[in-house]
């Protein structure tokens, strides 16, 4: 399965969130990479606990024009 993930970097924290939206789980590291495996190891656990019952979530994105 494909899976899209969200990799934020946290300035204050110094650490790097990669998020799975069809799963609304995420995962932290130390560099973007990390928290991408890291999350891969929580998306194979969570597909396991899961089973058969496997639910996945939509998502879509969109950009926003902001005027300041």
Not at 9 to 25: G, Q, T
Not at 44 to 68: A, D, I
Request: glycine share 2%.
């Amino acid at each position: 399965m494909n899976f899209d993930v969200l990799i934020e970097e946290d300035y204050a924290s110094k650490n790097f969130c990669a998020y799975v939206p069809a799963l609304r789980i995420s995962a932290l590291g130390d560099t973007a990479d990390e928290a991408v495996s890291n999350a891969e190891d929580l998306i194979k656990m969570k597909l396991e606990e899961m089973g058969e019952r496997v639910q996945l979530f939509s998502s879509t994105t969109r950009q926003l024009k902001v005027s300041v």
